[in-house]
């Protein structure tokens, strides 16, 4: 994690991202579930504001309760990554669960469209 404003505002292009992917959606496909697409989105809001809070964490150990300033440094490591991680994996399920819930307003025969352009 390079800093935290960073992080967050990838955080917010994502799910900017993908919001505005199913607006289109609901707009130009006539077929497209448009409830279905505005709950989506009103779904990553959420999404987006729970994650951004989530990005702030801190190290709840002082080099005091250490033994050396190396063991402390090495923990806060390991703690900063094991968040991170934790952080990352939870964004990318809820972002698959969206996207899954996106494919499932479309009509089989648009998925299949979309399937054959992905492939081209």
């Not at 991202?17 to 707009?27: M, N, Q």
């Not at 702030?56 to 991680?85: G, I, L, V, W």
């Amino acid at each position: 994690m390079a800093n935290k404003r960073i992080l967050k505002k990838q955080i917010r292009n994502v799910c900017g991202d993908v919001a505005s992917e199913c607006i289109i959606a609901s707009e130009m496909l006539p077929e497209a579930d448009t409830d279905a697409l505005t709950k989506i989105v009103i779904k990553l809001a959420y999404m987006q504001q729970e994650n951004i809070a989530n990005v702030s964490f801190s190290f709840d150990k002082k080099p005091s309760d250490f033994e050396t300033r190396s063991r402390y440094n090495k923990a806060k490591t390991q703690y900063y990554h094991k968040a991170f991680n934790s952080l990352k994996e939870h964004f990318n399920n809820q972002l698959n669960e969206i996207v899954n819930d996106m494919n499932k307003t479309l009509t089989p025969e648009q998925r299949e469209i979309n399937k054959s352009a992905a492939k081209a």
